[in-house]
């Protein structure tokens, strides 16, 4: 009796282990550990450097549409009586090429000044005046007045950067300074109705300092963070440039007189470039706060 017992509780303590066995053998093992990286430590990234100011040189080459507003005179010889009639029916002045440079300094992203000298070559002028009152044969006498001018302007400008798109930065300008304008090759011919005519010139050529000043827009095409073209557009005022006194050739009752090309203004059109002095150097990030605790 007790070896059937014993047997049975054997055989079922075997059989609930093998069926233990077998649900372990059927759950699948555990997963394995995540891999966890090693810590790397922090690399400040590497950003280059915005333009943000210093010294640069500029260059520029254009062109100046010019004009003059009136042509007033002024006599020498109080004696002689000036036509009543007088008027300047005809006045124009060519067009100058202008070359230029300067040194200058931007302040920061959108505030800069610089100095700048200038160059205008030579162009011929002329004003034609007309009388009738004194006029030898009756009808209408003209006088013509021509000659050259040049001039070396010298200015100190300001400009405000209006923001950067696409590498393009529109600007606004305005400068104040002198022109040194030249007159030279002046001759005066008389053309009277009866067909005789008269000569004057001047003994010397002429120069004088005038004020200036300007207003100018543009837009600058930044190829780098240190080179830079430049296309503008500027109203430039020159003064009134003064000629030398003219002489009359053969005429004793000359009155003469010198002239002024008076509100002489151009509308310049120019190309420029700036190369900025300081090269662009990497600038490192600060690294973040890291928390204590």
């Given at each position: 009796?007790?070896?059937?017992?014993?047997?049975?509780?054997?055989?079922?303590?075997?059989?609930?282990?093998?069926?233990?066995?077998?649900?372990?053998?059927?759950?699948?093992?555990?997963?394995?550990?995540?891999?966890?990286?090693?810590?790397?430590?922090?690399?400040?990234?590497?950003?280059?450097?915005?333009?943000?100011?210093?010294?640069?040189?500029?260059?520029?080459?254009?062109?100046?549409?010019?004009?003059?507003?009136?042509?007033?005179?002024?006599?020498?010889?109080?004696?002689?009586?000036?036509?009543?009639?007088?008027?300047?029916?005809?006045?124009?002045?060519?067009?100058?090429?202008?070359?230029?440079?300067?040194?200058?300094?931007?302040?920061?992203?959108?505030?800069?000044?610089?100095?700048?000298?200038?160059?205008?070559?030579?162009?011929?002028?002329?004003?034609?005046?007309?009388?009738?009152?004194?006029?030898?044969?009756?009808?209408?006498?003209?006088?013509?007045?021509?000659?050259?001018?040049?001039?070396?302007?010298?200015?100190?400008?300001?400009?405000?950067?209006?923001?950067?798109?696409?590498?393009?930065?529109?600007?606004?300008?305005?400068?104040?300074?002198?022109?040194?304008?030249?007159?030279?090759?002046?001759?005066?011919?008389?053309?009277?109705?009866?067909?005789?005519?008269?000569?004057?010139?001047t003994y010397s050529d002429s120069a004088n300092w005038n004020l200036a000043w300007n207003a100018q827009a543009g837009l600058t095409y930044n190829v780098t963070n240190a080179f830079k073209v430049d296309l503008s557009a500027r109203y430039l005022h020159l003064g009134s440039p003064q000629t030398a006194t003219v002489f009359c050739q053969n005429t004793a009752a000359c009155p003469g007189a010198f002239y002024n090309l008076s509100n002489m203004n151009s509308?310049?059109?120019?190309?420029?470039?700036?190369?900025?002095?300081?090269?662009?150097?990497?600038?490192?990030?600060?690294?973040?706060?890291?928390?204590?605790?």
């Amino acid at each position: 009796m007790v070896s059937v017992k014993f047997f049975a509780s054997a055989a079922a303590a075997s059989l609930i282990g093998t069926a233990a066995y077998a649900a372990d053998m059927q759950m699948p093992p555990p997963p394995p550990p995540m891999y966890q990286p090693p810590p790397v430590a922090y690399q400040p990234p590497v950003m280059a450097a915005p333009a943000m100011g210093g010294w640069y040189l500029r260059g520029d080459v254009g062109v100046g549409m010019q004009s003059f507003g009136d042509f007033p005179h002024s006599q020498t010889n109080s004696a002689f009586v000036w036509p009543a009639s007088w008027e300047i029916v005809q006045k124009d002045i060519q067009d100058t090429t202008i070359f230029g440079g300067g040194v200058g300094y931007a302040w920061n992203n959108w505030f800069r000044t610089d100095f700048t000298a200038e160059y205008r070559t030579k162009a011929a002028w002329k004003a034609t005046g007309s009388y009738t009152n004194f006029c030898a044969g009756g009808g209408t006498c003209f006088d013509v007045t021509q000659g050259n001018m040049s001039s070396a302007v010298f200015m100190a400008n300001a400009y405000v950067d209006l923001g950067t798109w696409w590498c393009i930065t529109p600007y606004i300008g305005a400068g104040v300074g002198g022109a040194y304008n030249r007159i030279t090759g002046v001759q005066d011919n008389g053309i009277n109705s009866d067909g005789t005519q008269g000569f004057g010139y001047t003994y010397s050529d002429s120069a004088n300092w005038n004020l200036a000043w300007n207003a100018q827009a543009g837009l600058t095409y930044n190829v780098t963070n240190a080179f830079k073209v430049d296309l503008s557009a500027r109203y430039l005022h020159l003064g009134s440039p003064q000629t030398a006194t003219v002489f009359c050739q053969n005429t004793a009752a000359c009155p003469g007189a010198f002239y002024n090309l008076s509100n002489m203004n151009s509308w310049d059109f120019r190309l420029g470039v700036r190369w900025m002095l300081q090269p662009d150097v990497p600038v490192m990030a600060p690294p973040p706060l890291m928390s204590r605790g």
